[in-house]
């Protein structure tokens, strides 16, 4: 019998469907990848439909310990569910993770993508190193601090982030502040606040601006084999 899986993350339904589409049968209305994927919606990663998964029957529900809620973890597991939740701070933890969770947990082999990935990021070529800022919502202004996944990629791409040392790992910080630190680049991806050439930019004035993906600095699936290419070329768009 086929195993049945639900999946609260993004970036494992994509992991998950590369190599067994057929175990899904239910994902969050933020899962965009593949875009062709024929499951139940269970809702957001933050307000999941607890009774519509639990009614999915699953054998598993693939969960990650930032974008999922504990209180929603806890209840599905206190219906009687098995719950998997992963822990993905910096890129060998992506891959650790993502490779016991597909091959271990699910039962399939190994993918060629993961191996791409490592390589990819394996034989980057060294950058001088510029000291950023990064955003990751307004209203208020939030930006990376400490131990986040996106953190660890952007320093293999001689970002510095300079809140990298913040006690918080997504502190809120004013903008008079973030001017003050005398950033030489400001990084602004488009999730989890959609930020663009005419919303984010026009804040920092005379810095220069990295629009990035977020799909490729912050999910950690097949997106991880072109993510430094990807991400490379934004930054040096943004510093040439």
């Not at 994927?37 to 519509?52: E, M, Y």
């Not at 034989?123 to 208020?140: D, F, S």
């Not at 913040?166 to 990084?187: S, T």
């Amino acid at each position: 019998m086929t195993m049945r899986v639900v999946s609260l993350v993004p970036s494992l339904t994509e992991a998950i469907a590369v190599g067994g589409r057929e175990l899904l049968v239910g994902v969050t209305d933020w899962c965009s990848e593949p875009a062709d994927l024929a499951v139940a919606r269970i809702g957001g990663t933050k307000n999941p439909d607890l009774a519509r998964i639990v009614a999915l029957r699953p054998d598993l529900v693939v969960a990650n310990e930032e974008e999922n809620r504990a209180v929603d973890l806890a209840a599905l597991r206190a219906a009687g569910l098995s719950v998997r939740v992963t822990e993905v701070r910096t890129l060998p933890q992506a891959f650790e993770e993502l490779a016991a969770l597909l091959t271990d947990d699910l039962g399939l082999a190994r993918p060629g993508w993961l191996d791409a990935a490592e390589s990819a990021w394996r034989e980057l070529p060294a950058r001088a190193p510029v000291r950023a800022v990064v955003p990751i919502w307004r209203r208020p202004w939030m930006v990376l601090g400490r131990d986040t996944f996106a953190g660890n990629l952007l320093h293999r791409l001689g970002v510095r982030l300079i809140h990298a040392d913040h006690p918080e790992r997504y502190p809120a910080i004013p903008i008079g502040e973030l001017l003050a630190a005398r950033p030489e680049l400001v990084v602004l991806p488009d999730e989890p606040y959609r930020f663009t050439a005419e919303d984010g930019p026009e804040a920092f004035p005379g810095i220069p601006a990295a629009l990035l993906s977020g799909r490729h600095l912050t999910w950690y699936g097949p997106s991880l084999v072109a993510a430094p290419q990807v991400l490379t070329a934004a930054l040096d768009r943004a510093r040439h």
